[in-house]
Each structure stands twice: as structure tokens, then as C-alpha cells.
């Protein structure tokens, strides 16, 4: 049984660029969210993803977006890179039975120069 | 809103004593409560979680915690520690699916 996947691992991109990351939940599961951690510190809740739809934001920008597709994978995309964008990005997937209880990827590394 | 204090930035224990760490939350009534630990540019992996009942859960890997609602304090133990448990150490609050981070715990464990 395949845990949570994301891809890709590692990714350098300049300011202003724009990226996107990949999730693909575990096996069973129906929501994803995604996460910011930033260098020496917790992880930071971005959004929540359920039924294809935005279901809880946490405080970050617009710049800030995503999408869940019919197979319950997601992507996070993020316009206008800044420095401070730099982080490990972690997807976590659930069951929106039991919401709290959830499974972490390996993370994508994001850096910006 | 729901906030978690790990107030032990860096903690280093001798391989074979006894480890806690501490985990304090601030939130209305009780929240799910969770230990992640995460090795160097690895995600995070589920040690253990409370979320209702018992208050002293045990984990994978030997690890235990215990929920004190009168301290707000879910403390992670750990009776021996072993020198693969180098590593963070996060404690997380769970809201409706949204989970809030502390920022974590270094632990090292001399030999």
C-alpha cells in the first residue's frame, strides 16, 4: 500500500516565477492538505482540499493556490515566488471520516533565489 | 485559535537514559493531540495520538505520552532512548482537520 507521494523532491526556481507541486494521497484517502515549513520551524497549515473544493485556508496569500482532481490528487501552485518562499512543502492526506488522523509525504524542497 | 509551546529547543540525552519532552497547547476544549517526528529533510512520521479516553497513550517505537488537561501538557517519554531516535520532535494540535505545529524539539542522543 503506497503511502502519500509527492513530486517533485527537490525544486530551485527565481523570484517572481511561478511553481506547482504534486500529492497524491494515500490509498483510501479523500482529502488533502498542504503545508509550508519553513527553515527550523513547524510546519504552517495552508489549505485543506475535499470533494474538489477549498474546505479551510489557513494565513497565507493568494499567491497561494490549489486543486484537487476526481482521483483525490492535488496540486499547490505559487505565483510571484519571494525569497520567503523558500521551504519544505508537505502534503498530508486523511479520511474526511476522521480528519485528524493524517499520513505525511516526503515533502518537496523549494528554493528560491 | 489553537497554539502549541514546545519549550525545549534542544534537548541531548546519553544513549539509554530517559527522554521527555514537553508539549504545552492552548486551545477551548480538548483538541486531538499528536507526537510527528521527522529526520533531516524527511517528512513526518505518526508517533502517536490522543484522542479521547486513557490519558496515557503508547506509541510506535517505544515512545508514550501523557494528556494532563489541568496543565494543557501532552508530554512525550520515552523510558530508554536508542541513538536512532536522534531527530525533531513535532507536537501538533488537531482542529477539524487542520493540524497547528509547535516548532519542534532537537533531540541528540550521545553515545
Known amino acids: 500500500d503506497a503511502g502519500v507521494t509527492q513530486s517533485p523532491t527537490h525544486l530551485i526556481k527565481t523570484r517572481g516565477q511561478q511553481v506547482t507541486l504534486r500529492c497524491s494521497p494515500k490509498?483510501?484517502?479523500?482529502?488533502v492538505s498542504w503545508y509550508q515549513q519553513a527553515l527550523g520551524q513547524g510546519p504552517q497549515f495552508i489549505f485543506q482540499y475535499y470533494e474538489e473544493e477549498e474546505r479551510q485556508r489557513g494565513n497565507f496569500p493568494d499567491r497561494f493556490s490549489g486543486h484537487q482532481f476526481p482521483n483525490y490528487s492535488s496540486e499547490l501552485n505559487v505565483n510571484a515566488l519571494l525569497l520567503g518562499d523558500s521551504a519544505l512543502y508537505l502534503c498530508a492526506s486523511s479520511r474526511q471520516s476522521v480528519p485528524d488522523t493524517q499520513y505525511f509525504g516526503p515533502g518537496t524542497r523549494l528554493t528560491v533565489l | 485559535a489553537q497554539s502549541v509551546t514546545q519549550p525545549d529547543i534542544h534537548i541531548t540525552v546519553s544513549e539509554g537514559a530517559s527522554l521527555e519532552l514537553r508539549c504545552n497547547y492552548s486551545y477551548g476544549a480538548t483538541p486531538y493531540l499528536f507526537w510527528y517526528v521527522q529526520s533531516p529533510g524527511q517528512g513526518l512520521q505518526l508517533l502517536l495520538k490522543y484522542f479521547s479516553g486513557d490519558t496515557l497513550v503508547q506509541g510506535i517505537k517505544g515512545f508514550e505520552a501523557e494528556f494532563k488537561r489541568s496543565q494543557s501538557s501532552f508530554n512525550l517519554r520515552k523510558p530508554s532512548v536508542h541513538w536512532s531516535d536522534a531527530a525533531e520532535y513535532f507536537c501538533a494540535v488537531g482542529v477539524e482537520g487542520k493540524s497547528t505545529f509547535g516548532d519542534g524539539t532537537t533531540l541528540t542522543v550521545k553515545p
Open positions: 490509498s483510501g484517502h479523500d482529502t
